[in-house]
């Protein structure tokens, strides 16, 4: 073999080789891009980037490294745009996160008077809640008992609803389904629900002692309430399922406001949760610049060294 002829064998396998390393290092970064806590966007969020359509915008965030992905209106939808979603979820390898169970009667329907009526209506949202989860592979749902019963002690109320989510469990742990409920805070957008700090969704739980029945803690709606994140998040632990994600003041992304997400979220994962954190939070900024500033913002929070 001459030496021109040498020279062009190690030529091209050296680009062999250096074909391969790039095709490894592609690899490896695609996975070491992939977050690590399982975030989940909803719909709207990067749809500046990824356009309207829902798949797109699934593949989008996929594409950024998202393992999961959150839609609180995920019952209202029509059932061919519900089996296209979970089957672009599971071809993408997401999971998906919480759905609304009742969100006709959130808001309207009180768990807290006793009312069989209102109880009835709300096991029948359970009930189409679970055909549902099957539909679109979700294991989460919320749960929100409705509105406070001013001409009731508190004690009464408390008792209504854990009779009331004692009937949905019923119907949930069959299917290893879990609702989990969110106390929402009074004092900035909800001022007439029942439930609406940690302690008292733990104690409404405990009481319940179901599988299918725990917390949904927010921490944008508990910064506003009680603050004290990290504590009570510990002292509930064993009952919480599922987080939600808000800076405050404003409800958008993680570094937009007060709370130290950074620690939060290390807090979190040093405790073992595999579960979902969905990001029901704004963007600070519109745009794409707005978009591309919420994924920075989950990239610096992930980062612990």
């Known amino acids: 073999m001459s030496h021109v002829t040498r020279r062009a064998v190690l030529k091209g396998s050296l680009a062999a080789g250096a074909g391969l390393t790039l095709t490894k290092t592609l690899a490896a970064s695609n996975t070491?891009?992939?977050?690590?806590?399982?975030?989940?966007?909803?719909?709207?969020?990067?749809?500046?980037?990824?356009?309207?359509?829902?798949?797109?915008?699934?593949?989008?965030?996929?594409?950024?490294?998202?393992?999961?992905?959150?839609?609180?209106?995920?019952?209202?939808r029509g059932v061919s745009d519900q089996e296209r979603v979970a089957k672009a979820m599971t071809q993408l390898g997401m999971t998906m996160g919480v759905f609304v169970v009742n969100p006709e009667s959130?808001?309207?329907?009180?768990?807290?008077?006793?009312?069989?009526?209102?109880?009835?209506?709300?096991?029948?949202?359970?009930?189409?809640?679970?055909?549902?989860?099957?539909?679109?592979?979700?294991?989460?749902?919320?749960?929100?008992?409705?509105?406070?019963?001013?001409?009731?002690?508190?004690?009464?109320?408390?008792?209504?609803?854990?009779?009331?989510?004692?009937?949905?469990?019923?119907?949930?742990?069959?299917?290893?389904?879990?609702?989990?409920?969110?106390?929402?805070?009074?004092?900035?957008?909800?001022?007439?629900?029942?439930?609406?700090?940690?302690?008292?969704?733990?104690?409404?739980?405990?009481?319940v002692d179901s599988p299918s029945c725990k917390i949904l803690m927010d921490m944008y709606h508990q910064q506003i309430t009680e603050g004290n994140l990290i504590p009570n998040m510990d002292a509930a632990w064993s009952e919480i399922a599922y987080f939600q994600i808000g800076d405050n003041p404003g409800r958008n992304e993680p570094l937009s406001g007060e709370i130290n997400y950074k620690n939060v979220f290390k807090h979190i994962h040093d405790k073992g949760f595999s579960g979902v954190l969905g990001m029901e939070h704004g963007n600070s900024d519109a745009g794409k610049a707005g978009e591309r500033k919420v994924i920075n913002a989950y990239r610096t929070c992930s980062n612990w060294s």
């Open 106 to 207: 959130a808001w309207a329907t009180n768990l807290t008077t006793g009312d069989q009526g209102a109880v009835d209506k709300f096991v029948g949202e359970c009930k189409s809640a679970v055909e549902i989860a099957k539909r679109v592979n979700a294991k989460w749902m919320t749960v929100v008992p409705g509105k406070l019963a001013h001409s009731l002690e508190m004690g009464f109320q408390t008792a209504h609803v854990v009779d009331a989510l004692r009937r949905g469990a019923e119907v949930f742990e069959p299917h290893g389904l879990v609702m989990v409920l969110e106390p929402l805070n009074p004092w900035r957008d909800h001022p007439e629900l029942f439930l609406s700090k940690v302690p008292q969704a733990y104690e409404v739980c405990r009481a």
């Open 32 to 76: 070491m891009d992939k977050f690590e806590m399982k975030f989940a966007p909803h719909f709207g969020m990067f749809s500046q980037h990824a356009g309207n359509d829902l798949v797109d915008q699934l593949k989008f965030a996929a594409d950024e490294g998202f393992t999961a992905w959150e839609d609180n209106g995920m019952g209202g």
